[in-house]
């Protein structure tokens, strides 16, 4: 199952420049800093970001496995990536006949997670160093290369309805867009 597409996108995405940041740490992309082109090609095709976030990753980090959201929620992402060489990205889906792992986290939350390889089949991997489309419900980790990788994620839903788009929908939407296709 393929989990990303490299994007080409008909605009030049402008990143806000935060101040430079060397420790791992998520932050809120205000909406006076998101570029208006992203913003109108979005609602062209009838969608709006949700949850904008720039990430930094310190080198040679290596994410626990995790989903962004719950997979009934969905989580389809853009990525705009910047300052990253050979981050790879795998995705798995649990082996057949193993349930679902939680534990308690600090704030006394039941969440998923605790997986070990031996839980898991791997369902897709890729370098994901450039803009792209990621499925993001599904579980994931993220092998960062030797650099301070910025990325400004997305998260993408239908403006009429509200909801997440599924990475079905996103596939359809999003195809004229990827690298290399066609249908461009
Ligand atoms: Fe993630």
Known sequence: MKCYHYLNL?????PYKFPPIKVH?????????????????LSSLGLAY????????????????????SPEYGCV?????????QAKMIWYKIKSGQSIKT???????????GYTLNDLDILDQGILD???????????????????????SFA???INTDKRITWEEA???FLPYFTGSLSR
């Open 103 to 113: 534990y308690t986290n600090t704030l006394g939350e039941t969440v998923e997670g």
């Open 130 to 152: 450039s803009v792209s489309l990621v499925n993001a419900h599904d579980l994931h980790s993220v092998h960062n290369g030797n650099t301070f990788r910025q990325c400004y």
């Open 50 to 69: 949700d949850i904008p976030r720039m990430l930094i990753a310190v080198p040679n980090q290596q994410y626990t496995i995790h989903r962004d959201s």
């Open 10 to 14: 008909p605009f030049e995405f402008k």
């Open 25 to 41: 740490v998520e932050l809120e992309i205000k909406e006076h800093m998101i570029d208006q082109n992203f913003k109108n090609w």
């Open 171 to 173: 596939e359809k939407i």
């Open 156 to 158: 993408l839903k239908h």
């Open 77 to 85: 992402k853009i990525n705009f990536i910047y300052n990253s060489q």
